[in-house]
């Protein structure tokens, strides 16, 4: 009984390894190039010394955008809250929190953040 796990695992062991044997002899050889190795970050090449100019208007839409994405994802359990309870702290804190997000809006209206200006 030992005798035939012991045949058997190495019956397996030898079929992993011409298996994997197989996948490295027809596998396509890539030669290595600079542009593959080279890492590469949000569209900039790190090789060069001088880097292209970055709007910053593109960052504080970024900004924006995750902010009322994560305002959304807040505002979802209030509602479930909302329909099995009746705390009035629950609701203040949701008021509060909408008026963060109003005011953090109109001061980037104000800011001029909201335009696409390129």
Same mark, same amino acid.
């Given at each position: 009984?030992?005798? *035939?796990?012991?045949?058997?695992?190495f019956?397996?062991?030898?079929?992993? +390894?011409? $298996?994997?044997? =197989?996948? /490295?002899? #027809?596998?396509?050889?890539?030669?290595?190039?600079?542009?593959?190795?080279?890492?590469?970050?949000?569209?900039?090449?790190?090789? *060069?010394?001088t880097?292209p100019?970055?709007?910053?208007?593109?960052?504080? +839409?970024? $900004?924006?955008f =995750?902010m /009322?994405? #994560?305002?959304?994802t807040?505002?979802?359990?209030?509602?479930?809250?909302?329909?099995?309870?009746?705390?009035?702290?629950?609701?203040?804190t949701?008021?509060?929190?909408?008026?963060i997000?109003?005011?953090?809006?109109?001061?980037?209206?104000?800011?001029?953040?909201?335009?696409?200006?390129?």
């Amino acid at each position: 009984m030992i005798m *035939s796990t012991i045949m058997m695992l190495f019956i397996m062991w030898i079929l992993i +390894m011409a $298996i994997a044997m =197989l996948n /490295f002899l #027809i596998s396509k050889s890539s030669t290595t190039k600079m542009n593959k190795i080279s890492p590469f970050e949000c569209g900039f090449n790190n090789l *060069s010394k001088t880097q292209p100019p970055f709007s910053l208007n593109f960052y504080l +839409m970024t $900004i924006l955008f =995750l902010m /009322f994405d #994560i305002e959304i994802t807040m505002i979802m359990p209030f509602f479930i809250l909302y329909k099995t309870s009746n705390m009035l702290l629950i609701m203040l804190t949701f008021y509060f929190f909408i008026y963060i997000m109003i005011v953090a809006l109109m001061y980037e209206w104000k800011q001029s953040i909201l335009n696409w200006k390129m």
